[in-house]
């Protein structure tokens, strides 16, 4: 018989964080600082109209490219938000959740043999969706002494006359970094001079706090250059309304809707209506949660410094990404450890790419009190390690 599974498909390796966490799932009365999901509910105002939508019977097919009333509200909060100017018309495109977006640009965009750049650690999906659209992936280790920025001695370095996409992913999963508008104006430079295109996945844009959030599409001469991808999963709280959108010029926003139609035929109707109210509304709920957010990540950077833990000050999303590499253990036996020895679950470094290595990713997006015990147990740890490491010299 015939192997029945495409090659590409075979070769690619399931999802560190997942693996990760079918180990942590079979211990019993594990704390958990590993998922990258907010703790909050999704509005009221928004459930509300969900709900509403459905009691209406509104559960027809939208238009593929998503509902016009949805993809109006969002270009208007680009503009009111990030200084973005999209058409609804021809350059939005409703999908489902900011993941499918990122395959919808890859796949419109690359040619096989094309590369795509992209500065690690990253998100986990954007290595595989690039070998899925038939690209040659090339990562840029950041460096923890440039706060994970990337800059444009890294990006210069790692062109080709064959790349042809940089991914950009800022505030970032999982380091926390931000890039200031100086940090993007550079790299728009690079862009521009190598002639590049820009995949910029902004789903925490809302989750900033060191001053307001820049997008590189918003920079002169990079709209036409740039596929801008953002969502309602991260600052809206709406992870399971799987709902997410793009803007990109009319050239490359035709084929993705193209792409769209074919596989996915339009966003979840419910979502979408849920999706206007949330961009209307809601302003005084996301700076709510961004500012509960902020109050943990000060208070967690306290306690890593009380535990002399090392760890850049992250201003974005709510990650903290602090280093081990004292301990000589590698990121997933550190993990692993903990999760055994102290029944505390955080993701290894090494799950978002081999420069994560030597680090370990921790949400915040869980109370105070919930970080209080979680830290407790860590701390113990680390002492327990440390005296370890102490009796061996």
């Given at each position: 018989?015939?192997?029945?599974?495409?090659?590409?498909?075979?070769?690619?390796?399931?999802?560190?964080?997942?693996?990760?966490?079918?180990?942590?799932?079979?211990?019993?009365?594990?704390?958990?600082?590993?998922?990258?999901?907010?703790?909050?509910?999704?509005?009221?105002?928004?459930?509300?109209?969900?709900?509403?939508?459905?009691?209406?019977?509104?559960?027809?097919?939208?238009?593929?490219?998503?509902?016009?009333?949805?993809?109006?509200?969002?270009?208007?909060?680009?503009?009111?938000?990030?200084?973005?100017?999209?058409?609804?018309?021809?350059?939005?495109?409703?999908?489902?959740?900011?993941?499918?977006?990122?395959?919808?640009?890859?796949?419109?965009?690359?040619?096989?043999?094309?590369?795509?750049?992209?500065?690690?650690?990253?998100?986990?999906?954007?290595?595989?969706?690039?070998?899925?659209?038939?690209?040659?992936?090339?990562?840029?280790?950041?460096?923890?002494?440039?706060?994970?920025?990337?800059?444009?001695?890294?990006?210069?370095?790692?062109?080709?006359?064959?790349?042809?996409?940089?991914?950009?992913?800022?505030?970032?999963?999982?380091?926390?970094?931000?890039?200031?508008?100086?940090?993007l104006e550079a790299i728009a430079e690079v862009v521009i001079a190598n002639?590049?295109?820009?995949?910029?996945?902004?789903?925490?844009?809302?989750?900033?706090?060191?001053?307001?959030?820049?997008?590189?599409?918003?920079?002169?001469?990079?709209?036409?250059?740039?596929?801008?991808?953002?969502?309602?999963?991260?600052?809206?709280?709406?992870?399971?309304?799987?709902?997410?959108?793009?803007?990109?010029?009319?050239?490359?926003?035709?084929?993705?809707?193209?792409?769209?139609?074919?596989?996915?035929?339009?966003?979840?109707?419910?979502?979408?209506?849920?999706?206007?109210?949330?961009?209307?509304?809601?302003?005084?709920?996301?700076?709510?949660?961004?500012?509960?957010?902020?109050?943990?990540?000060?208070?967690?950077?306290?306690?890593?410094?009380?535990?002399?833990?090392?760890?850049?000050?992250?201003?974005?999303?709510?990650?903290?990404?602090?280093?081990?590499?004292?301990?000589?253990?590698?990121?997933?036996?550190?993990?692993?450890?903990?999760?055994?020895?102290?029944?505390?679950?955080?993701?290894?470094?090494?799950?978002?790419g081999e420069s994560g290595e030597g680090f370990i990713r921790i949400s915040?997006?869980?109370?105070?009190?919930?970080?209080?015990?979680?830290?407790?147990?860590?701390?113990?740890?680390?002492?327990?390690?440390?005296?370890?490491?102490?009796?061996?010299q």
């Open positions: 018989m015939r192997n029945p599974i495409n090659a590409k498909v075979r070769e690619i390796k399931p999802s560190g964080i997942r693996r990760f966490f079918d180990i942590a799932n079979e211990i019993p009365g594990v704390i958990s600082l590993g998922v990258g999901e907010p703790d909050f509910d999704t509005p009221w105002i928004v459930r509300d109209e969900g709900m509403y939508t459905l009691q209406k019977g509104r559960t027809f097919y939208t238009a593929n490219a998503g509902l016009a009333e949805l993809r109006e509200e969002i270009c208007r909060y680009l503009e009111r938000r990030y200084d973005l100017h999209y058409s609804p018309e021809d350059e939005t495109v409703v999908t489902v959740g900011g993941s499918e977006a990122i395959d919808l640009a890859l796949r419109a965009m690359l040619d096989p043999g094309d590369e795509v750049v992209y500065a690690e650690p990253c998100y986990v999906s954007y290595l595989p969706c690039i070998v899925l659209a038939d690209g040659v992936p090339v990562a840029i280790p950041l460096q923890e002494k440039n706060q994970f920025r990337l800059t444009k001695e890294e990006l210069e370095a790692a062109i080709t006359p064959k790349t042809k996409v940089l991914i950009l992913s800022y505030p970032n999963n999982p380091t926390g970094a931000v890039m200031t508008k100086e940090d002639d590049l295109f820009v995949i910029t996945d902004e789903i925490y844009s809302e989750l900033s706090y060191n001053g307001h959030h820049v997008s590189i599409a918003a920079l002169p001469g990079m709209k036409e250059r740039t596929v801008y991808i953002n969502g309602f999963s991260k600052g809206y709280a709406m992870t399971g309304w799987r709902l997410g959108y793009a803007t990109a010029p009319p050239i490359i926003m035709e084929q993705m809707i193209k792409i769209h139609q074919f596989a996915i035929m339009a966003a979840p109707t419910t979502s979408q209506y849920a999706g206007i109210v949330a961009l209307r509304n809601c302003d005084d709920n996301v700076a709510e949660m961004r500012e509960s957010y902020n109050q943990r990540r000060r208070y967690l950077m306290k306690i890593l410094k009380d535990l002399e833990l090392p760890c850049f000050v992250p201003y974005g999303a709510f990650y903290i990404f602090p280093n081990i590499t004292e301990f000589g253990l590698t990121s997933e036996e550190f993990a692993t450890r903990l999760v055994q020895e102290e029944k505390v679950a955080v993701v290894p470094g090494s799950a978002f915040y997006a869980y109370s105070i009190e919930e970080l209080k015990e979680a830290f407790e147990h860590i701390k113990s740890f680390i002492e327990r390690l440390r005296a370890e490491k102490k009796s061996n």
